[in-house]
């Protein structure tokens, strides 16, 4: 029996699961017979962690038991505060990826070990390394990580088969990629990717909030901000108010007895239209527009080159967003019989198909970085030694030499520069026990290497030895995020 690696979408709102069905791939629906599992983890009184849809629903009465949106935290130092014990993002995720991993193999009739995971396009070598990690906890060995864009167009590319030029937009929960891909002939190339981690569709969510939250606090003088259930309420109405304005014009949110005074209780009934929905977030539009067009100029494309466009997530659906796309590049066709929200799993479960041997379909992809990556040299100066935009798996080395005479030791420190020329530490490590040389007259070879999954390997090669002596020093957990340019790395460009 041939094995069965899984595709997973570990979402900030929602997650999928998907596998290769007589050739054909599937999303596996969950225990209770739905496609999306919420990617909510709540606690029971005894500490049984509770995942998905259960946990969602319970979110209002159990607000501080609930752990929403953990994507977001993935790759930072957050922790979760819940009944006095700390959970990491790591933690969190692991907890929903073993729920799908059991709900997966209650519904395949098997064990699942495997699988493939897709993660934004613009996730960091941290928050790579922490989706891993969270497999790893949850007994799930990653076979590939996949950048979401490129899974939808793996999917895109089941269904169409013909050349094209795409455009993926992708707009989650919580981030948003913008990717400009090559198709044809069954390989996929990105040719242009960029994203931001903090535009997604919690923010339309939230603007709505703040003005039902202010209209409610001008009538009646409360601050429901301060309670937090009526806080998680507002939140979980306002989501659903933006999701129905996706098909109609206007809603109406109502929650009764939100709260109350001496005089009895208070209800919330607010109108809100679409138009209103969309003045509310006109900053969000604004900005999605900049990240389009500054993704096209940034590679030197044209609005023409784009032949087709696919949408990823749920809040494509939003008729603004298809304004937005056609106002940027008219007359182009705009894909809509791809779900939104199943293209990433689909993709990831083709993917998954091919390594178990289950998917005769051909492809091949082609991923790119979308941060420029280098090592700080002894005046804390960035030294690039893998662009963005550069096409991976790759690999990239620079020479280096020491700055003080008779110098110990050196330190290789990691450094990646976004696209907006912000510079995040990575992490690093030291060379220890150098033989002693003036200055400038060790040579050390550093290469960074990106393998298929995205993950960044570093190695510092003492040359003078040329043997192994100081070779390859995996630039591993724990990351040590001391921050950027702290101390002369003792290392300087040849
Ligand atoms: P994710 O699960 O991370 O892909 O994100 C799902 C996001 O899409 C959430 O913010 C949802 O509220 C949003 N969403 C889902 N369906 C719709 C819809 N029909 N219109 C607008 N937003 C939607």
Partial sequence: MKERIIGIDLGTTNSLVSCIKDGRVEVIVNERGARLTPSVVSFSQDGQAIVGEIARNQAVLNNDVTIVNCKRKMGSDHQFMIRGRHFSAIEVSALILRKLKVS??????????????????????????????????????????????????????????????????????????????????????????????????????????????????????????????????????????????????????????????????????QALSRKKLEELNNSFFDRLTQLITATIDDYELDPAWVTDVVFVGGVTRMPRIKQIVQAVIPDRVMWNDLNPDEAPVLGAGALAGKFSGQNENFFIFKDMTANELGIEDHYGKFVSLINRGTIYPVSATRLFTTTMDNQPDITIHLLQKTGDGEIVSLGSFSMTDLPPRPAGELPVDVTINITESGLIKVTALNLEDGNEQFITERVDQPWDNEGYARRGSGLEVV
């Avoid at 707009?171 to 198709?183: H, P, R, S």
């Fill in 104 to 269: 997966a193999a209650q519904r395949l009739g098997r064990s699942v070990d495997r699988a493939v995971i897709t993660v934004p396009a613009h996730f960091n070598e941290k928050q790579r390394h922490h989706t891993i990690k969270a497999a790893e906890m949850a007994e799930i060995e990653v076979v590939r990580l996949l950048n979401e864009p490129t899974a939808a167009a793996i999917a895109y590319g089941l269904y169409h088969n013909k050349q094209a030029h795409l455009l993926v937009i992708d707009i989650g929960g919580g981030t948003t990629d913008i990717t400009l891909m090559n198709f044809k002939n069954g390989l996929f190339t990105v040719k242009g990717t960029s994203g931001s981690s903090r535009l997604g569709g919690v923010d339309l969510d939230m603007a709505v909030v703040d003005w039902l939250g202010e209209n409610f606090k001008q009538e009646h003088g409360i601050q429901l901000k301060d309670d937090p259930i009526a806080h998680q309420q507002l939140i979980i109405q306002a989501e659903q108010a933006k999701i129905d304005l996706s098909q109609t014009d206007m809603v109406e949110v109502f929650i009764p007895f939100i709260s109350g005074t001496a005089d009895g209780p208070l209800h919330l009934r």
